[in-house]
């Protein structure tokens, strides 16, 4: 009878311990997986950069510092490594974008481009993607952050190297906006 209570006791822990497991790791894949999505719009905002850059050139050639200045930021964007400097660097570069479209208010034949009409839809457009991404991102690191805090789960989170996940937020962010 002890040997039977003690084998069940053992299927019952290994099954524990093989169901937390697979959680944990569903619970990490849900945050690559935002943060992927998360990467997709900000890669498609980096994209959307130069074709800007060159069309306001078109139309304001003398502003070389704040086209500068976004081309500048939007590289530093690309190359931060981490999720607290990607924060920085693309709340950065968000700024010198509000400053570029900025720009139409100066020029009235840029204000009337079709291609730059189109491209602040586009950059607009790619905004409200990044906000929904990062709002799924954090929700998604949220949920595994607790998941891996609750009781009995973080017995076993330490252990197999399950971490916190970092949220993504934005700093100081003004929202890029259509006129005209």
Do not use: C
Request: hydrophobic fraction near 45%.
């Amino acid at each position: 009878m002890v040997l039977w209570f003690a084998g069940f006791v053992l299927i019952a822990l290994l099954a524990f311990v093989i169901i937390t497991f697979n959680e944990l790791v569903a619970g990490r894949n849900g945050v690559r997986k935002t943060w992927a999505d998360i990467d997709v719009q900000l890669q498609r905002r980096h994209d959307l950069v130069p074709q800007l850059v060159a069309t306001v050139k078109a139309y304001a050639d003398h502003e070389r510092n704040t086209l500068d200045a976004v081309t500048q930021s939007r590289a530093r964007a690309q190359a931060s490594s981490s999720i607290a400097a990607r924060e920085q660097a693309e709340s950065e570069l968000a700024g010198q974008l509000t400053r570029v479209l900025a720009l139409q208010e100066n020029y009235p034949d840029l204000k009337a481009s079709a291609n730059f009409l189109q491209l602040q839809r586009e950059l607009v457009d790619t905004e409200d993607r990044l906000q929904a991404a990062r709002s799924d991102y954090n929700e998604a690191v949220r949920g595994y952050n607790v998941q891996i805090q609750n009781f009995p789960e973080f017995l076993l989170a330490r252990p197999f190297g399950f971490r916190e996940a970092e949220f993504f937020q934005a700093q100081d962010r003004t929202p890029v906006s259509v006129s005209g």
